[in-house]
């Protein structure tokens, strides 16, 4: 029997760790794949998983120094995704993607994804965003495949993704204007939107995440 297929979700008290971690399984037992997914801050496991999932929440400073305060971890997810892993960011996990974020000061980023994260521009809206918003596919891409007309995720965020560029804008969502929702490049994708809280929708794109086979990396 083959081996599963092994998905590591980072655990560098980001949040959201076990209900990604569920979600992911769901996924994969919806799409008949056999999967193991692990919670783990452990270098080696991250290393040598097939799959890479990024969660987070709260603050993007405190999340990038969460990450380098547990020793190898950056590391080891920078070597995977050089290798070819394929990794997604989920919500600060995603905004961790971009070149710097600016939220209580200036904060290095992972660089894959032009672009920094700043405070959104909502005029007349409530900030954070929070809830259902309807996500708006710019270009086809496996990750995107059967999500049917109309698709929504569910959002909570007050910064977002800035200056970055077309191509590797997959979604937006209109939020007193256009807000980055999914990105990707290479073997590295984003969502702002937190996909294990998308029902229907998050469970196609976690599916599709499972079954995807980059053709180049980051």
């Avoid at 600016?102 to 994804?113: A, D, N, Q, R």
Wanted: hydrophobic letters at 45%; one cysteine or more; aromatic letters at 6%.
């Amino acid at each position: 029997m083959a081996q599963p297929l092994s998905i590591a979700v980072v655990d560098y008290e980001g949040g959201n760790l076990a209900s990604a971690a569920r979600a992911a399984m769901r996924a994969a037992e919806l799409s008949g794949l056999n999967a193991s997914v692990i919670i783990t801050n452990e270098p080696a496991e991250v290393r040598q998983a097939d799959r890479i999932i990024l969660p987070g929440q709260g603050a993007f400073a405190d999340c990038a120094h969460g990450l380098e305060a547990i020793a190898g971890l950056k590391d080891a997810i920078l070597q995977a995704v050089a290798k070819g892993t394929p990794f997604l960011g989920i919500c600060v996990g995603m905004q961790l993607m971009a070149e710097r974020g600016l939220e209580h000061g200036v904060t290095e980023g992972f660089g894959w994804i032009p672009g920094e994260i700043a405070p959104m521009e909502a005029p007349g809206l409530r900030l954070p965003q929070m809830g259902w918003n309807e996500l708006e596919l710019h270009q086809p891409h496996p990750l995107t495949q059967g999500l049917g007309p109309a698709p929504h995720g569910y959002f909570v965020h007050s910064y977002a993704l800035r200056n970055t560029r077309d191509d590797v804008l997959l979604a937006s969502a209109d939020y007193g204007g256009p807000v980055p929702a999914m990105v990707c490049r290479g073997n590295v994708a984003g969502t702002q939107f937190h996909v294990e809280k998308s029902q229907t929708v998050g469970l196609r794109i976690l599916a599709n995440f499972l079954a995807w086979q980059p053709e180049t990396t980051v």
